[in-house]
């Protein structure tokens, strides 16, 4: 999708089914209860304070992120502040879809 298409057609996923797809991606990819993700908000601490999320876990993350998403994660969008909480990862994989 280019610039123009996105500008033209602004029927992208909305917040609230991104914000859903992300919360099944973090359950499946790591391994975590219905209730500890939905339990999640904005400040959710991840990567450092879930040990689910290990460095290991994260390709698989941005992978799924990737495939679920239909977006594209170069390796010079990821750092450390798009990890730290859930609002992070939300905002990162909100602007991915715009960008299409």
């Given amino acids: 999708m280019t610039?123009?298409?996105a500008s033209a057609d602004p029927t992208g996923p909305s917040r609230s089914a991104i914000d859903t797809t992300l919360?099944?991606?973090l359950r499946d990819v790591l391994a975590l209860d219905d209730g500890q993700v939905e339990g999640f908000d904005g400040d959710t601490g991840l990567f450092g304070h879930l040990p689910?999320?290990?460095s290991m876990?994260?390709?698989?993350?941005?992978?799924e992120m990737e495939d679920r998403l239909d977006i594209v994660?170069?390796?010079?969008d990821v750092d450390g502040e798009m990890l730290e909480t859930y609002g992070g990862l939300l905002a990162?994989?909100?602007?991915?879809?715009?960008?299409?």
Wanted: cysteine-free; glycine content about 6%.
């Fill in 92 to 100: 990162f994989a909100e602007a991915k879809t715009v960008e299409g």
């Fill in 3 to 5: 610039a123009e298409t």
């Fill in 23 to 25: 919360r099944a991606i």
């Fill in 52 to 54: 689910e999320l290990d």
């Fill in 73 to 76: 994660i170069d390796d010079d």
């Fill in 57 to 63: 876990a994260v390709a698989g993350l941005l992978t």
